[in-house]
C-alpha cells in the first residue's frame, strides 16, 4: 500500500516537471520568434529635431514664368531710353542759354528736338505693350556718370561751357548705344527691336557732331 502511494506521488511529480520544462521551452521559441524593433524607425526617432530638418529637400526659388521677365526686360529698355531723352533734353536746354558758340547752340536745339520726338516714340511704344514709365526729376537731371547736369555745366561759361557741353553729350550718347546694342539682344519684343533701330542713327548723328564741333573748339 505505502509502495503504490510513493509510485504515484513520483508520476505526479515528474508529470509537474515535464509541464514546467514545455512552458518553458514553449516561451523560449515565442520570444525568438517575435520581430525586432524596426531599426530606421528607431534612428529617425532618436534623430533630433534639426537634423531632421536638414534632411528635408531645399524649397526651390520662385521663377516668374516667361512672358512675366520679358515684359519686365522691355520695360527696363524702355525707361533707359526715356531717362536718356530727359537728360539730353535737360542739357540741350541750359546750352541753348549758355553756349558761346551759335554752332553749338543749334546743335542744342537739334539735340531737344530730335530727343523729344524720341521720347514720343517710347511713350508710344510702352502704350503699346502696356509698360509704365517713371518720370523722376532726380533721375532726369543726371548725366552717364551720375552727375546731375545742371550742377556740372553752371560753373563753366563760354568757350570752356560749350567743351564741357560737347564733350558730355559725346560721352552719354556713345554709353547709351553700347547699352542699348546689347538691349536689343536682350529684347523679345518686335516693337522694341523696331524702336531701338529707329533711335540708334539719331544718337550717332548726334555723337558724330559733337565730335566735329569739339574739334572746332578753341584749346
Known amino acids: 500500500m505505502g509502495i503504490n502511494k510513493n509510485s504515484?506521488?513520483?508520476?505526479?511529480?515528474?508529470?509537474?516537471?515535464?509541464?514546467?520544462?514545455?512552458?518553458?521551452?514553449?516561451?523560449?521559441?515565442?520570444?525568438?520568434?517575435?520581430?525586432?524593433?524596426?531599426a530606421d524607425a528607431s534612428a529617425a526617432a532618436a534623430q533630433p529635431p534639426a537634423q531632421q530638418a536638414e534632411a528635408k529637400p531645399a524649397a526651390k526659388p520662385f521663377v516668374p514664368p516667361p512672358e512675366v521677365s520679358s515684359k519686365k526686360t522691355n520695360a527696363?529698355?524702355?525707361?533707359?531710353?526715356?531717362?536718356?531723352?530727359?537728360?539730353?533734353?535737360?542739357?540741350?536746354?541750359?546750352?541753348?542759354?549758355?553756349?558761346?558758340?551759335?554752332?553749338?547752340?543749334?546743335?542744342?536745339?537739334?539735340?531737344?528736338?530730335?530727343?523729344?520726338?524720341?521720347?514720343?516714340?517710347?511713350s508710344a511704344t510702352a502704350q503699346k505693350i502696356g509698360a509704365q514709365l517713371?518720370?523722376?526729376a532726380k533721375q532726369r537731371h543726371k548725366t552717364a556718370n551720375g552727375t546731375p547736369v545742371d550742377k556740372?555745366?553752371?560753373?563753366?561759361?563760354?568757350?570752356?561751357?560749350?567743351r564741357a557741353f560737347l564733350a558730355q553729350t559725346s560721352a552719354d550718347h556713345k554709353k547709351l548705344m553700347t547699352e542699348l546694342k546689347q538691349a536689343r539682344d536682350d529684347a523679345s519684343d518686335d516693337d522694341i527691336e523696331a524702336l531701338i533701330d529707329k533711335i540708334m542713327p539719331i544718337l550717332q548723328q548726334h555723337q558724330d557732331l559733337a565730335q566735329i564741333l569739339m574739334k572746332k573748339e578753341p584749346a
Not at 505526479?12 to 521559441?29: H, K, M, Q
Open 8 to 38: 504515484e506521488t513520483s508520476r505526479l511529480v515528474l508529470i509537474a516537471a515535464l509541464s514546467a520544462a514545455v512552458a518553458i521551452l514553449v516561451g523560449c521559441s515565442t520570444s525568438r520568434k517575435q520581430p525586432a524593433p524596426n
Open 76 to 122: 527696363a529698355i524702355l525707361e533707359q531710353i526715356h531717362l536718356a531723352n530727359l537728360k539730353e533734353i535737360e542739357a540741350g536746354k541750359i546750352a541753348e542759354a549758355k553756349a558761346s558758340s551759335p554752332e553749338v547752340r543749334e546743335y542744342a536745339d537739334q539735340l531737344i528736338k530730335d530727343h523729344t520726338s524720341a521720347d514720343q516714340m517710347v
Open 134 to 136: 517713371r518720370d523722376s
Open 152 to 162: 556740372k555745366l553752371s560753373s563753366a561759361n563760354g568757350a570752356q561751357f560749350d
